[in-house]
């Protein structure tokens, strides 16, 4: 075992505070990533704050949050072939999975049917809490890890490993692209990223946000349009204009409003996780053979492609890098929306 620096809740809702903890010895096919940086996920705060009780089992304190973690490998176990000591490594969402499921052989390991190990707030096969990325270092199986595109800094890269594949999974799954029209929801963490992924893959990109406040960023970043879903008119304007709607809202907003915004046979994506449910219109999708979809992440695969994919189109993340010690701050920021558009640790603050 070895011993590691981190931050934890305690309990639910409890400020993060520095915690000691141990990560196993490097199995023949583990690396062990020394971390230089973890994205903040709107997804930790509702972890730490104990917010999907209605949809997933208790959570595990002391919890350390982080799933968008960029480190370089410090070693390796005698059988690892993919990586060396020194290599840009990423490590996401899950750890692990059975490897053995239709959707595992399918490279959809985020769908695992036995069980997704998730990097944080869950147990490892041996029973063991895991524990994430706001910590000096990681343990983790070599077919988990990702490769970091070489010409982006590393701070840029880590919040690929959540806010960029959870976009750019359902906009390939639904060909976003040239002649596509494409409306993302929410100028946050997820949002950006997906304003520059669909950019990038050539669709006609618009930015529905709560006011007009990000929007020189978002055209910057590559929006065509932008609109405030506070004014009303924007409903009536926008009515059966998209292909594609990615909702990447972390509360609960009128979802039929946005399936009006669809043309026919248009789809909205869910990926953002309220904690609560949301009624929706019937008439809404009836009345344009709408389809009201949902996107988790994306597999090991998908995810190196989306790495290669935002190298080769320059696509870093556009990050705020804090010390460990005002992730309490930060957390407090994420929920006012006042983040742009990432907050990242910077784990030599650890020391
Ligand atoms: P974030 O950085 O906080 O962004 C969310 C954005 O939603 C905000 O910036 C804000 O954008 C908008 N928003 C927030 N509250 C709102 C409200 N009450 N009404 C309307 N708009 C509101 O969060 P994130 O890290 O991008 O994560 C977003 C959600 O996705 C979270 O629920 C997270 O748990 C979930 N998530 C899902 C997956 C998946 O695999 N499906 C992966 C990662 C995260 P504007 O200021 O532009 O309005
Ligand atoms: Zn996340
Ligand atoms: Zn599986």
Redesign the pocket.
Known sequence: MSTCKGYAAASAGAPLVPFTFQRREPREHDIVIDIKYCGI???DI?QARNEWSEYQEECIFPMVPGHEIAGVVSAVGNRVTKYSVGDRVGVGCFVDSCRSCVECKAGIEQYCSVGTIWTYNFRDKDGSPTYGGYSDGIVVDENYALRMPANLPLEACAPLL??GI?LYSPLKHWHAGPGKRVAIV??????HMGVKIAHALGAEVTVL??SLK?QADGKRMGADHYYATSDPETFAKLVRRFDLVIN????A?DWTQYLDLLKVDGTMVV????DKDIPIGAFSLTGGRRSLAG???GGVRETQEMLDFCGKHGLGSDVEVVPIQKVNEAYQR?LK?D?RYRFVIDMATLK
């Open positions: 996920c709107h997804s509702h959540c806010a959870t929410g100028l946050g963490g997820l949002g946000s709560q990000k990447t809202v972390s509360a907003i990926v953002g996780l309220p996107s988790q992440i994420v929306s983040v």
